[in-house]
């Protein structure tokens, strides 16, 4: 599984949505894994929303989220960038995935 690491989520391409990311990444929970895709809800407590991150193992946009920002820009939002944190930060979470998903 290809994660950002923590130094290149606080980097200066990223800079406002990490600050985001950085609240968000307690709100990470992971909704299920098959053998190609993991699927995690972000909440968003401030403006009241969840919304859907997806990792696809089997595609070359591995990344995706429902939220309008990523629609339109088609760049990492805060909310993946929230879930990639938070698996950096939660080393059993990321074994427990790495262990279904066939890359």
């Known amino acids: ?14 800079r406002r949505s990490a600050r985001r990311a950085k609240y968000l990444a307690q709100n990470v929970f992971l909704d299920y894994v098959t053998s190609r895709h993991a699927s995690f809800i972000v909440v968003d407590d401030l403006k009241g929303r969840r919304h859907i ?15 309008k920002w990523y629609s339109t820009k ?10 990639n944190l938070r698996l950096n930060l939660d080393d059993e979470l990321r074994m427990k995935i790495e262990k279904n998903l066939k890359e």
């Open 1 to 14: 599984m290809k994660i950002l690491s923590k130094s290149e989520i606080f980097s200066r391409q990223y």
């Open 53 to 67: 991150v997806l990792y696809r193992s089997d595609k070359p946009i591995k990344w995706s989220c429902d939220c």
């Open 74 to 83: 088609l760049r990492f939002c805060a909310h993946i960038l929230a879930v």
